[in-house]
């Protein structure tokens, strides 16, 4: 392949280099463009074909379903490693040793506690309130206690962030839950492990022990490791894009979470139950939902279908279609949404609006039915996405500052008016 791509304009041509990344993705580099044609732009909106930064983080070929964290299959694990060390894997590079890994997990206990003063903003919000208003709320107040913005130079301080937010975030989780169900709001248990703790947090009773279910905690592990990253997806780029202003960790997250929120994004997960809870409303008739999906006069998407990346199959969708199974029998539930879910996904498989447009279930359209298994309620599913995407928020922001990338400001093209006289208030 040539190193070069050639852009004529007005007769004038102009070269810029092509780069190439280790798994030999090609990208235009047109970072001279404005400077050598005078000022021409490129226009790309949902930036579908707009590399935004070099990372090392994750690969995914989205043709091929292929995704990988530094370089290990989402397979492999998924099946053989733990959240915890996938969080370490994330963000500082390569699996930790065990010493490694204990010294970052006590590290983070030592850090699972918030200031006493958070209770009461979590008092004030109503039982009603949506758990992701509240953990996006709670989050941005965490910055407010902890106002200082991180010093990048220093690895000891960027250390100190980090595990400040691993300790503190899951606290606030569960008291978004707590709060929900009207339970008191309880710190965690150091003895055991990072997970295990966050369902702790969540669901003890203050009058009985909290018996640990080993089918519920391997289930959460692995949801959050599927969730753990995705490259420049929407959040992420929304945290990076706020922290490459060079605002805090903490406040960079808080930007990332209310990206999360929507139900294009993270906020597929409540949709998608929330569609299969109509669907068998509305008597289990799938056929009319993938009709409506179809029309393009109806405003309905089958949610949990389709990828922006994904034009395969989504290999967390595959895992977790496959967890979803065990996991209910494990646990002896019987939930009739997910024979909806997967009647809905054979129709879709077969049809050509949906062959033709590679459309497949993502990560969202199974995960739901996991979650609910588990007692998690539906409101709770994009926080508990949140808490499975927050090493990958962490471990994207910490390359952008560390590859000290120049503040995210994109261009426009403008199509407004043109200069006009000012008109006084009577003459309008
Ligand atoms: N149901 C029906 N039609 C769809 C769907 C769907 N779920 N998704 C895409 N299409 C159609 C769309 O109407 C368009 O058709 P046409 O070419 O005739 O105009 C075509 O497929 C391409 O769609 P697009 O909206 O241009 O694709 P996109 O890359 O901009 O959007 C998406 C990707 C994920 C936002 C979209 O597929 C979608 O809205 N899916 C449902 C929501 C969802 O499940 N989101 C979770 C994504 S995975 C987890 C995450 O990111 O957090």
Known sequence: MSEKATIEIDGKKHEFPLIKGTENEVAIDIKTLRSATNGIVTIDPGFKNTGSCESAITFLDGEKGILRYRGYSIEELAEKADFLEVVFLLIFGDLPNSEELEKFHSDIKAQSVVDEDIRKIV??????????????????????????????????????????????????????????????????????GYVENILKMMFQLP???????????????????????????????????????????????????????????????????????????????????????KDKEDPFRLMGFGHRVYKNFDPRAKIIKKAADEILNDLGVEDPILNIAKALEQEALNDPYFVDRKLYPNVDFYSGIIYRAMGIPTDMFTVMFALGRLPGWIAQWKEMRLNNEPIGRPRQIYVGETLRPFKAINKR
């Open 207 to 293: 009058n009985e022990e909290y018996q640990f279910n080993p089918i519920v905690v391997n289930a959460l592990d692995k949801l959050l490791i599927l969730h753990a990253d995705h490259e420049q997806n929407c959040s992420t780029s929304t945290v990076r894009i706020a922290g490459s202003s060079h605002v805090g960790l903490f406040a960079s997250l808080s930007t990332g979470i209310s990206a999360l929120w929507g139900p294009l994004h993270g906020g597929a997960n409540q949709a998608v139950l929330e569609m299969l809870e109509a669907i068998k409303e509305d008597g289990g008739d799938s056929k009319k939902y993938m009709a409506k999906a």
């Open 123 to 192: 008092d004030a919000f109503p039982k009603s309130a949506h758990p992701m208003g509240v953990i996006a709320s709670l989050t941005s107040a965490l910055t407010a206690f902890n106002p200082s913005s991180v010093n990048v130079n220093s690895d000891e301080d960027m250390y100190k962030a980090i595990v400040k937010i691993l300790g503190k975030f899951p606290v606030l989780v569960a008291w978004t839950f707590r709060k929900k169900n009207g339970l008191r709001l309880e710190y965690g248990d150091k003895s055991v």
